[in-house]
């Protein structure tokens, strides 16, 4: 007998592509996020990133409060908030204000990586060595957001007793031990880094300690998905993914390009095998075949939830891979 679905969630990278502007990204972002609530995706997400042109989403709060106007039923949330850039009451101050607007709503995923480089680290002016602070940082978090029964000088309001939930996001051991310490839902980013995906999901489960967030692990795994009526033009679509990795490794972060017909003409060898190693947690064919990865990827790794980014250039293009995916994988519709 066949085990229900897991739910399925959405990243959203919020591409500019390229002919097109950051507005054009934003607008997308809210359209693309009511199109995932209605076909009954679980949760939205975006990440902050700094300094790169082709992603729109540097102020996550602001872009999050955007798509949750557009959307009813959608969890909206962080994937993630790189925690050592900011001070925990300012993102306290953040996410309160998402809770108050979108109640029972808003995921807070923390993650410690920068997000950007290190010349764009003293722009943002995050200290050095405020990765090290990070568990800190973290309790330090969750404090603003407990409840005010006690008398207290300063109040991160609205946080104070806001409904969010907390998420730790990671792609090492590192971010699955303290996932399991402090009892919280885990995050694996294995859509680009899943070298250690197996080995984080099995010490994050043997390590976890219930908690009032959580009283069982919840392993939340982040693949690539691109879905099309064809096999053919999966494999096409995706080429707009791996050229933009393969821009990482030229040292030319460009806006996002329209797919091609033949990559291997495009790319060398040697960037084929370093871009497939970061996007080795992908599923791309009909919806035949990303059914049969999905059920394949939960097999081994016994995630509770997979997280997709389905990173093509066209909108209709994308939303049609969506509505594959949703379909192939029996969510409901709302």
Known sequence: MQADPIPLSLLDLVRVREGFGPEDA?????????????LGFNRYWVAEHHNMESIASAATSVVLAHAGQGTQRIRIGSGGIMLPNHAPYVIAEQFG????????????????????????LQAIRTPPGAAERFPQDVMELMHWFARADEPGYIRAWPAAGAEVAFWMLGSSQFGAMLAAELGLPYAFASHFAPDLLDEALQLYRARFKPSSHARAPHAMVGVNVICADTSAEARRLFTTQQMS???IFRGARGLSQPPIEDIDAWWTPVEKARVGAMLACSVVGDPGEVKAGLDALRARTQADEFIIVSDIFDPGARRRSLALTADAWGLAPS
């Open 97 to 120: 204000t998402l809770a108050a607007l979108f109640p029972g709503r808003v995921d807070l995923g923390l993650g410690r990586a920068p997000g950007t480089d290190q010349a764009t």
């Open 245 to 247: 990795f393969t821009g």
């Open 26 to 38: 934003l607008t997308e972002a809210q359209a693309i996020a009511r199109h995932a609530d209605r």
